[in-house]
């Protein structure tokens, strides 16, 4: 059989479906092995070995063991796809920029608000709106006149941002008010190996 990596993962994780994503946007070969979350899988030593911190996403290339979504995507565009990861200096900034976004703003914003709503998470739902507000702003004037976050062709920024911007309505935020966001959000879902993540009840509901 061919190299493939695996990538451990679980179907409502965000982080996860960043690195399911751009494997399959890629065409890096690959299996996904989803974790049982909430049967304790995560805690077992088996996994706390690939990942001490206990959380998905975790992949294996060979040898190699790597965690965190965002490093993941950096390792596979290096890797595997390095027309997602721009060589030039100022725009590899520009990535590093939405990937700290999305490590913070993002993840404090709209991916916590759908925590709240999906898992029944104990957060702070108006400052997870608030939040949300001034980082969908935020990009929304970024992507005036734009197609993609960095440059004229997608990178690892607009994986990195893409899942749980568009499952902020399982979270009750609404991308009504923003149409350079949802236009992003087109483009991306545009693009050839498109995978979506599976909605919840709860975005049905939105």
Known sequence: MAHQIRI?????????????????????????????????????????ALNPAGQVPVIEDGETVISDSNA????????????????DPVQEAEVQKFLTLAAGEIAFGPAAARLINVFNAP?????????????????????????FLVGDAP????????????HAPEGGISLEPYPNVRALLANIEALKGFKPMPATKAGLAA
């Open 8 to 48: 451990h993962s679980f179907p409502l994780s965000g982080h996860a479906h960043r690195v399911e994503l751009f494997a399959s946007l890629t065409g890096i070969a690959h299996e996904v092995l989803n974790v049982d979350l909430a049967g304790g899988e995560h805690k077992q030593p088996p996994f706390l």
């Open 72 to 87: 993941i995507l950096i390792y596979l565009a290096r890797k595997y796809a390095p027309s997602w990861l721009p060589s």
């Open 155 to 166: 990178t690892i920024a607009d994986v990195a941002a893409y899942s749980y911007i568009a």
């Open 123 to 147: 957060l702070d739902s108006d400052f997870c709106a608030s939040v949300a507000a001034r980082v969908l702003g935020k990009i929304d004037a970024h992507m005036e006149d734009r197609r």
